[in-house]
């Protein structure tokens, strides 16, 4: 079983920057990824930004160059700046122990970028 738990979510002026962590527990021998989805009420869940074992990462266009995700070991952050409005959203951690399989959710945290 993994267990994961996210924080560093908030409310946000424009413009500005929050830091999300998550780290993972429990039985884990291998990450094959992790990484961050975001999800508005009425609309699927999305990739805001993943990291693949070797180090590769993938953004969504909508946060290149303004976010930033980094991994060490079973934790991951998503360094978020330049926040807009349209960032506003609940934001899951996953993690994916192989390409094949199921991966875990976190609960979520909730960021909401307004003046």
């Known amino acids: 079983q993994v267990q994961l738990v996210e924080s560093g979510g908030g409310l946000v002026q424009p413009g500005g920057s929050l830091r999300l962590s998550c780290a993972a527990s429990?039985?884990?021998?291998?990450?094959?990824?992790m990484g961050w989805y975001r999800q508005v009420p009425g609309k699927q869940r999305e990739l805001v930004a993943r990291?693949?074992?070797?180090?590769t990462t993938n953004y969504a266009d909508s946060v290149k160059g303004r976010f930033t995700i980094s991994r060490d070991n079973a934790k991951v952050d998503l360094q978020m700046n330049s926040l807009k409005p349209e960032d506003t959203a609940v934001y899951y951690c996953?993690?994916?122990?192989?390409?094949?399989?199921?991966?875990?959710w976190g609960q979520g945290t909730q960021v909401t970028v307004s003046s």
């Open positions: 996953r993690l994916d122990l192989s390409s094949w399989s199921t991966g875990y």
């Open positions: 990291i693949i074992r070797a180090g």
């Open positions: 429990g039985t884990i021998f291998s990450i094959y990824a």
